[in-house]
């Protein structure tokens, strides 16, 4: 039904849609109607049309107009909404020109990201075109190889093939001669056959005729008997005769049919078997030629793969190495421009009122140490590093430590400086006066060229700063620290320590809790390096105070010394140094300084006073450059010096007469190294007891004359060493050039000439010594650091008033080092480059009445034949005098000789001020380097001076020297008690180390640290030093290493102990070799040499003498914290480093009788020896040579060879020298010369500065010590078994090697001296457990195949003494040999292991499969036992292990000790991955013990017992001799033989290989080497 909208006229099908469209959509709807009246009270209004923001916005328009909009006009209303209107349209504009700029930069900034990005993607494109041409070059690369590799096998089949033709034609040859024999054979036989035929022929015809006759015969008789028959009747016939033609043919025919078949068949064999046995040769040729092939190309496939493996590692690590630098260096740099922006001043804190608070200090919490920056350094220094340590007086209380390198800049002054910004913390540190922070500053060197980017360090200098007051607070403050020049001397005197000049260290102490307050400080050298001060200032002001009572006390007692008064003229001498005083920016003793220095002897003007110092400006007569500065009082005088400096403690001499001056004569100091005097007291000193006398002001006093130092005879052999010290006054015109020369690497310029001048003509020879390096002060510098030598001759002319010219060039772009002299050529510089010369005398004259004694002045026109010629040694201070340079003329001392010169306008731009000063030193040279026939005639009279000692020892049999080389070891009679033996009297030793012999292969250099130890194993003294870089790597000497016990109460039972640190090949620390004891002292007298037992005893003596000492594994001071009291002997306990040994001499002190004087009552008093003098005295001792060691002056009886050293004395023997440079080369890779080589060996030992001692180094693994040697053989042993299956029972372990593997072979072959059996029981040990306490057994002649497998299989006999009930527990397999990582050199496995069991016995395809992956890595080994697993080959005993110990048979012995030091562990590697648990929780499984059937067991009845006969109860030693029988038996192996005793009182026979040492079929009970001492 439909319905229809009566309005609209629409139909709709259901009366409900009708309905809802009547109510809300059609015309007159509710909904419409609403609609009509919201538009109609809507129209009219005024934002009708607006959106509900825009009406919002309106309205509130309007609502501001409401307040005074009644006071505006129409106009003024229009004005103000355009005014409006306008401001919000410009800030509409304002908005749309903002949003444009940032589009425009966002714009820009997405070009340059795309352009970055294009970048990286080319840089991305650049290096993956570089990597795929690498990769194309690496596998143009590889297949080159392959191509070569496979020529290489081409030409090696070729040969192969070759060898295989020749042994074919050999056999066809072989073949043709048999055949030609058996062709001669059967000729022979035709021969003798034809040669009986016509015999036979006339015998058969013979015998023919006969039988014919006979028949004939017998048929008469036959005819004849027939014949009697028929007369009578009873006659017999006789018999027929044989046919003997019919047996003669039969019998023919038989032997012809024997003889013919046999021989052809006999041929015909023979022939048969050698071409079957060709044809297996040649087949089993061709197997091992294509096994040797997969093998080599398997081997080469890995290698590659490794390799490209291990190259992409590496530069993996290498790149995110760099990147972490980086990183690094920026963060650091960050860091460090954060701090430098901090503020300068400390907040507010809660502890006691302190700049930086020091209590109360807390020993949990600590302290903290901000080191801040580092000032003054060196021009050229552009990083450095600063380590650090805590002592406890002398003593060092733990490692010490390095912070990371940092950076410098540039300071005023020519320096440069580092901000360090680094703090550290240390927590619970005792308070202690004692404790003091040791610092030293390190250089970092740039890398050379071929270092590998590795760098190097050289120190700088050191300090020290007492961390705590006497009081037990914390030295908190703001310090800096002034350093002294290395090596670092913790226990001087810090007045005795020589001030590194301008270099100072910046740090801040402070406790934990007001770290954070300390955190956020400025480390800014220019606005805070004032607040530092120096912590020694109270000591300072304590020492000032004192000084100023004693001026008070001797201005009481009226010797006042005048004081300086403003402006007047004074005289610069410094009391300290020669080379005059440093001026300070303020008069304060912390004050820095200008970078300016005065000589001494400077007249200077005095412009203010303060504070005991003076303000100076001059020079007022040279040196005008020089600006103002403050200087202390004490370094002014108003006196000047005659002529040089007057030395302490010398006696006064007369004048001598002074030498005629010379254009630019020097003023002369000796250089005697004494402390030098330069200013004189102006207080008269009174005799004693009387009252101090005040020197008059004017005139003043004299000065005493110059002490001359006795001049040393010259000598024509060495010549005259010249060095030029310090060029100071002369500035260059133009300083820019110089330093940009510097700059390029063209040096400064500035040279010093030295030639010799002769009566006023130049001498050949004259040299350049090398250039200067400049110092940019105010004051322009230049110091040398090397000099040259000259060599006058002494047969020319007026050599004995000879003159040595010293000119000083400036000139750009020259060598940097000058050519070496040249005798017999002419040198002089061009006169347009020299700035300045000075002449001074080179000789001076002493009589030879006076014996050159004395120190006379220079005397000319002295004969050579009637003066001895003394060198003018000493500094020589010369003024420079301006060119040209004019020589004087000793034959007309009136008229001056000029020297050719170019044209004045030519000199060059860096000639500037001619002023200055040039000190130079004067010193006898060293002798010219020998020449090729020299050094062959000192060689031949070195060889005639060979002891005949020594040609005695050489020539000595082994067999006379314990069946070693006389020329590896030498035997020494057995010691006695010297002759000369006296009794120790305090006079100390000197402990020397020689050299060290024999080292182990891999040593690269090697170091010793010689050690005192008392009783306790406390160190009394101690002495380090490395090894000689030029010596032998493997035979190194240690000329430097000397112990001197000067201790007058040294222990009678003390014990040297000599460390032996070494680097080896391919690890990055040290190791320890080993440690070799000896016993200081001996009881007095005592034949036996025993060592003191008290340390109280007092007849003792030194144990003097040159002593070859074995180096013992492990660590002296390891074994000496056991809680046993150390001595010689208890430290020589344990397995040696085979063959290393140490040569060393222990020498006595100086024995000087004490002075005696006459005492008052006539009788003589003994005058006691200072303590200082006496240990002065040993320090100076002089040590002699050390001897040859072929002389035999070693004591070798401590060192005699064990029987696994015979064999490997002669293999070291055969060894090449390796010297310890070149082997640190080829380890380092960037060292080139020997001092960076003895530094890097330094560095690497732990003992950069030779002053601080390394903890002990890990102990060295000897597994790498030698090669393998077939010979020698392998020491095996099977220790115990865990985790085995029930039935329990008693077992017995086989070892055995495969291949050949005989047990295991079908069928089976027993070869009794291949394999081992334990049959040593441990009857405490467990059933399911079994110990085998025997020692490991030698097995020699094992070759060195790397497939080469050691076999165990575990057995048992259930019933102990039944052989019918043997048992399999298990077998066990690991590889004899391994492939060492760093050399690839295939070794002994040594060690002792842990091997999984597996059930039943081995087959041989499952070993040939293990020993195929023998060398490989331990996880390919145990992925090939899980793939014969999975195969079910192989089938683990869960829980079930054996141990094994595995040792190459040189280091015979090593596993035996009780007490091995280091402590031998078992390797669990072998184990399967993941199952270790298992294994554990198998070990723990126990059932009883194997003494539960002791008394259980009867003896086995024998064969031949009586019926009464009544079996006893077996004891636990029966039980196992009886049960290891029937073990054999069960095995099938023969019973063993006893070994031979030899004869008594033979000579054993000379060793020439290791021998095994078993019980009959290879028993491990009590084997040993033979006659080895038993442990």
């Known amino acids: 039904m439909m319905a229809m909208c009566d309005l609209c006229g629409i139909a709709f099908n259901t009366q409900a ?36 923001d825009a009406v919002n916005a309106l309205s509130k328009g309007l609502s501001a107009l409401s307040d005074d909009v009644i006071g505006l006009s129409v106009s003024e209303l229009r004005a103000k909404i355009a005014r409006e209107a306008a401001e919000r349209t410009e800030e509409r504009r304002a908005r749309e020109e903002a949003a444009e700029r940032a589009a425009l930069r966002l714009k820009e900034q997405r070009a340059k990201a795309e352009v970055h990005q294009q970048m990286l993607e080319a840089q991305l494109a650049a290096h993956r075109t570089v990597e795929l041409q690498a990769r194309v070059q690496l596998r143009a690369a590889e297949r080159f190889a392959e191509a070569a590799e496979l020529k290489f096998r081409q030409r090696q089949q070729h040969k192969e093939l070759a060898e295989l033709q020749r042994q074919q034609e050999d056999l066809a040859a072989a073949r043709a001669r048999l055949a030609d024999e058996a062709l001669g054979v059967q000729a022979a036989l035709a021969e003798l056959q034809s040669g009986t035929v016509a015999a036979s022929k006339a015998m058969l015809e013979a015998r023919t005729q006969r039988a014919v006759e006979a028949r004939e015969a017998h048929a008469r008789q036959l005819e004849a008997a027939v014949t009697g028959l028929r007369h009578a009747s009873g006659v017999s016939l006789p018999p027929a005769p044989p046919d003997a033609l019919s047996e003669l043919l039969s019998s023919q025919q038989h032997a012809n049919g024997r003889l013919r078949p046999s021989t052809r068949e006999r041929e015909e064999d023979a022939f048969a078997r050698r071409q079957i046995k060709y044809e297996s040769e040649l087949a089993k040729l061709r197997h091992e030629r294509e096994m040797i092939e997969e093998r080599e190309r398997l ?225 800014d050298p220019e606005r805070t390096a004032s607040i530092y001060t120096s912590p020694f200032e109270a000591e300072r002001a304590a020492a000032a105070a004192v000084a100023a009572a004693a001026a008070a006390a001797v201005a009481a007692a009226g010797g006042v010394k005048e004081p300086f008064k403003v402006g007047e003229s004074v005289f610069t001498l410094n009391p300290f140094f020669t080379d005059g005083t440093r001026l300070r920016m303020k008069p304060e003793d912390a004050s820095d300084f200008t970078g300016q220095h005065v000589l001494n002897d400077v007249q200077v003007e005095i412009l203010e006073m303060a504070n005991s110092y003076a303000r100076i400006r001059g020079p007022v007569d040279r040196h005008a450059s020089l600006g103002e500065g403050w200087i202390r009082e004490r370094n002014l005088s108003r006196h000047r010096r005659g002529q040089g400096l007057v030395t302490l403690e010398a006696p006064a001499t007369p004048a001598t007469p002074a030498t005629p001056a010379t254009p630019g004569a020097p003023t002369t100091a000796p250089d005697t190294g004494a402390p030098a005097l330069d200013e004189l007291a102006t207080t008269a000193v009174a005799p004693a007891g009387e009252p101090p006398k005040a020197a008059p002001s004017e005139p003043p006093l004299p000065r005493p004359p110059p002490v001359q130092a006795p001049l040393p005879p010259f000598e024509d052999d060495k010549g005259v060493d010249v060095r030029p010290m310090r060029l100071v006054g002369w500035t260059p015109n133009d300083p820019k050039s110089l330093i940009e020369s510097v700059r390029r690497g063209g040096g400064s310029g500035v040279r010093v000439h030295l030639s010799l001048v002769q009566r006023g003509a130049r001498q050949p020879g004259g040299t350049y010594a090398p250039m200067g390096h400049p110092d940019a002060l105010p004051g322009w510098q230049f110091s040398w650091y090397e000099g040259r030598t000259l ?188 002759s000369d033996q006296l009794a120790y009297d305090g006079e100390g030793a000197v402990l020397v180390v020689d050299g060290a012999r024999f080292l182990p292969d891999d040593v690269v250099a090697s170091g010793v640290r010689a050690t005192l130890l008392d009783e306790r194993g406390m160190v009394l003294a101690s002495a380090r030093a490395p090894c000689m870089v030029l010596s032998d790597a493997r035979m190194p000497r240690y000329p430097s290493l000397r112990l001197n016990l000067s201790d007058a109460a040294l222990p009678a039972n003390a014990t040297l102990a000599l460390t032996v640190l070494a680097v080896v090949q391919g690890v990055e620390e040290a190791v320890t070799l080993g440690y070799a004891p000896l016993a200081l002292f001996t009881r007095l007298g005592d034949t036996s040499l025993t060592q003191p037992t008290s340390p109280r005893e007092s007849a003792i003596a030194l144990r003097t003498g040159a002593y070859q000492l074995p180096l013992y594994l492990g660590s002296s001071l390891a074994k000496a914290s056991r809680g046993i009291a150390v001595s010689e002997a208890s430290l020589s306990t344990g397995p040696r480093l085979p063959c290393a040994t140490l040569l060393v001499r222990l020498l006595p002190g100086p024995r ?424």
């Open 17 to 52: 849609k009708l309905d809802t469209h009547r109510n809300k959509f059609c015309q007159g709807s509710v909904l419409h109607r609403q609609v009509l009246a919201q538009r109609k009270e809507a129209r009219g209004a005024i934002a009708g049309s607006l959106d509900e």
């Open 299 to 523: 081997r080469s496939a890995k290698e590659a793969a490794a390799t490209r493996a291990k190259e992409a590692e590496e530069s993996t690590k290498h790149d995110e190495w760099m990147r972490e630098q980086k990183r690094a260096l920026v963060e650091a740099r960050v860091q460090r421009e954060l701090l430098r922006n901090g503020p300068t001043s400390l907040g507010p804190t809660s502890l006691p009122s302190s700049t930086l608070p020091g209590v109360p200090y807390e020993e949990a919490a600590g302290m903290c140490a901000f080191f801040d920056f580092v000032t003054g350094l060196p021009w050229v220094t552009s990083q450095c590093l600063l380590a650090y340590t805590l002592y406890n007086g002398v003593e060092p209380l733990g490692a010490v430590k390095t912070l990371p390198a940092v950076e410098c800049e540039a300071m005023a002054g020519g320096f440069t400086r580092s901000l360090l910004a680094i703090r550290r913390q240390f927590l619970h540190l005792a308070p202690s006066p004692q404790t003091s922070l040791v610092l030293e500053l390190h250089k970092v060197l740039a890398p050379s060229a071929d270092s590998g980017g590795q760098s190097t360090t050289v120190p700088v200098g050191w300090c020290s700063l007492p961390v705590f007051t006497p009081n037990g607070a914390l030295r908190a403050g703001f310090w800096k620290l002034e350093l002294s020049m290395p090596p670092l001397a913790v226990a001087s005197d810090p007045s005795t320590r020589v001030a590194v000049p301008n270099v100072a260290l910046y740090m801040r102490l402070a406790l934990t809790a007001d770290m954070e307050r300390n955190r956020a400080f400025a480390v």
């Open 791 to 978: 060599r006058p001759n002494l047969d020319s002319e007026g050599v004995a008033e000879a003159l040595l010219l010293v000119e000083v060039v400036a000139e750009v772009n020259v060598p940097s080092t000058p050519a070496q002299p040249n005798p017999s050529a002419l040198s002089a510089p061009l006169a347009s480059t020299v700035v300045g010369w000075a002449t001074v005398p080179l000789f001076g004259s002493a009589s030879a009445a006076d014996g050159g004694g004395g120190g006379g002045g220079f005397l000319a026109g002295t004969e050579k034949t009637e003066r001895i010629l003394r060198l003018n040694a000493g500094l020589h201070t010369l003024g420079l005098s301006p060119p040209p340079v004019m020589l004087p003329n000793s034959e007309r001392p009136g008229e001056l000789a000029a020297l050719p010169q170019r044209d004045a306008g030519e000199r060059g731009e860096l000639r500037g001020d001619l002023r200055g000063e040039l000190t130079i030193r004067i010193a006898t040279g060293k002798p010219p380097a020998p020449s090729a026939d020299a050094l062959l005639d000192m060689l031949g009279a070195k060889l005639d001076e060979v002891p005949g000692e020594m040609i005695t020892s050489a020539t000595r049999s082994a067999r006379d020297n314990a069946n070693v080389p006389p020329l590896a070891w030498l035997k020494s009679p057995e010691p006695s008690v010297p």
């Open 1152 to 1575: 000087v009788s004490p002075p005696q004087i006459e005492g008052g009552s006539g009788h003589l008093d003994v005058v006691v020896i200072d303590e200082r003098e006496r240990v002065a005295r040993l320090q100076q001792q002089p040590i002699p040579p050390a001897p040859a060691y072929a002389t035999g002056a070693y004591d070798s009886t401590r060192s005699y060879p064990t029987k696994n050293e015979l064999e490997l004395y002669r293999l070291r023997l055969q060894r090449s020298p390796l010297q310890c440079l070149d082997a640190i080369g080829a380890e380092a890779r960037d060292v080139g010369g020997v001092d960076e080589a003895d530094a890097w060996l330094r560095r690497k030992l732990g003992d950069p500065n030779g002053a601080i001692l390394i903890s002990e180094a890990p102990p060295y693994n000897l597994r790498r010590f030698a090669p393998y040697s077939a010979a020698a053989g392998i020491q095996i042993g099977c220790r115990s078994a865990a985790g085995l299956a029930p039935p329990t029972a008693m077992c017995w372990a086989i070892l055995s090697v495969h291949p050949p593997g005989s047990l295991y072979k079908t069928p089976r072959e027993v070869q009794s001296d291949r394999f081992r059996i334990t049959e040593a029981h441990d009857f405490s040990a467990d059933l399911r457990a079994p110990i085998w306490p025997g020692r490991a057994s030698h097995l020699p002649e094992v070759p060195l195949d790397p497939s080469a497998l050691l076999i165990v299989d575990v057995r048992a006999l259930e019933k102990p003494t039944v052989p019918s009930t043997l048992l399999s527990k298990g077998w066990s397999v690991m590889p004899i040999f391994t492939k060492v990582r760093h050399d690839g050199q295939v070794r002994v496995d040594s060690g002792v292991h842990v091997l999984p069991l597996f059930d039943g016995t081995p087959s041989a395809e499952v070993l040939a499969t293990l020993g195929q992956v023998a060398v490989q890595p331990v996880l390919e080994w145990q992925r090939a036992l899980g793939k014969l697993s999975q195969e079910k080959k192989l089938k683990a005993i869960d829980g079930a292990s054996v141990t094994l110990s595995l040792l190459d048979a040189q280091r015979y012995g090593e596993h035996e000790w009780a007490d091995p030091q280091p402590p031998i562990e078992p390797s669990h590697v072998r184990l399967p991955l993941g199952y270790e648990a298992r294994y554990t929780a198998g070990a723990a499984k126990l059932s009883k013990p194997l003494g539960s059937i002791v008394g259980k067991v009867k003896q086995t009845v024998p064969p031949d017992a009586p019926k009464d006969f009544k079996p006893r109860v077996l004891s636990q030693h029966e039980l196992e001799l009886e049960a290891n029988a029937a073990f054999r038996q069960a095995m099938g192996f023969p019973e063993p033989v006893q070994p031979r005793a030899p004869p008594p009182e033979s000579e054993p026979e000379p060793v020439l290989r290791l021998q095994a040492d078993v019980d009959g079929a290879g028993a491990v009970a009590g084997a040993s080497y033979p006659g080895s001492a038993s442990r």
